[in-house]
């Protein structure tokens, strides 16, 4: 069973930082698309951010361009990183690290494989 896990949520205040970490099994960081999805309460899940196998592209929603960088995490054994700044109240949700073969699927919030998710707060 391929595992996933997300670490480094919290609390912060509007405007401040947090760092999501995720862990995975190697043969999927080599093999698939990875990304961050988020699903807020009443909301429907939506993409944040995907990153290809090949590290060479990346996807951001609207929501977070210019906020939110995705990344291959080299301090974190085979896994992803996003790095959230100038947080927003509208950026509360629960964070789940996702991965998939094809970037569409991400895109549209859809998964083979996801984590069990870490809840990020923003206070304003």
């Known amino acids: 069973q391929v595992k996933l896990v997300e670490s480094g949520g919290g609390s912060a205040q509007a405007g401040g930082s947090l760092r999501l970490s995720c862990a995975a099994d190697?043969?999927?960081?080599?093999?698939?698309?990875m990304g961050w999805l988020r699903q807020a309460p009443g909301k429907e899940r939506e993409f944040v951010a995907i990153?290809?196998?090949?590290?060479?592209?990346?996807?951001y929603a609207d929501s977070v361009k210019g906020r939110f960088t995705i990344a291959r995490d080299n301090n974190v054994k085979n896994g992803v990183y996003l790095e959230m700044n100038d947080l927003k109240s509208e950026d509360t949700a629960v964070y789940y690290c996702?991965?998939?073969?094809?970037?569409?699927?991400?895109?549209?919030?859809?998964?083979?494989?996801r984590g069990q998710g870490t809840q990020v707060t923003v206070s304003s």
């Open positions: 996702a991965a998939d073969y094809r970037e569409d699927r991400l895109i549209r919030g859809q998964y083979t494989y």
């Open positions: 190697i043969w999927i960081v080599n093999s698939g698309d």
């Open positions: 990153i290809s196998v090949t590290s060479q592209n990346t996807w």
